[in-house]
């Protein structure tokens, strides 16, 4: 989110990828959050990197996000602080679920189906206890299928397809 100048993520989702809101900020960064902890699962194998992972970032962007860009009002700036640290968190032990659940299934049905699930919990999660504290209208029936099936989509490709790649070359080198 950092590298999005205050904005343009909205401007992306709506004007660019004709997503409706709320939720469209969400549904863009969760993927790549997921994308970033199995990236880091990748280099380390260990269970609870990604976890870890997802707690650093959503603490690190949660507190500075708004110091850095104090007029953004976007994914990691609304809501109050510990839901939104919380929210990267849940995401993180998604991804730890499902992983280990999928553990012994090839790597594209790991990878792309535990992003996609992470993605989504993160996107209902902040659906669900995030928004009513903001001044976001509530999600309608419509949209919310269209972004829900945007997250998993997103999630699968954006956050899994790299991580199933490098684990399958890692598995044709051994």
Not at 17 to 26: A, E, I, N, T
Not at 71 to 90: D, K, Q
Not at 153 to 162: E, K, Q, R, S, T
């Amino acid at each position: 989110m950092a590298v999005f100048p205050s904005g343009l993520l909205p401007k992306i989702t709506h004007g660019v990828l004709s997503l409706p809101g709320p939720g469209s900020g969400v549904a863009v960064i969760g993927p790549l959050i997921a994308l970033v902890a199995l990236l880091n699962y990748l280099l380390v194998r260990k269970q609870g990197t990604m976890l870890l992972c997802c707690v650093v970032l959503g603490t690190l962007h949660s507190i500075f996000m708004q110091e850095v860009f104090p007029s953004a009002r976007t994914v990691g700036t609304v809501g109050p602080l510990p839901l939104r640290i919380l929210a990267v968190i849940l995401l993180g032990m998604a991804l730890e679920l499902t992983t280990w659940l999928l553990a012994l299934r090839t790597p594209w049905l790991r990878y792309l189906a535990s992003a996609a699930c992470a993605s989504l919990v993160f996107l209902l999660f902040y659906w669900i206890v995030v928004y009513p504290f903001t001044n976001k209208p509530p999600v309608k029936l419509h949209s919310g299928l269209i972004l829900g099936g945007t997250t998993i989509i997103a999630g699968a490709l954006v956050g899994g397809c790299l991580p199933a790649l490098l684990d399958r070359a890692r598995h044709r080198q051994a």
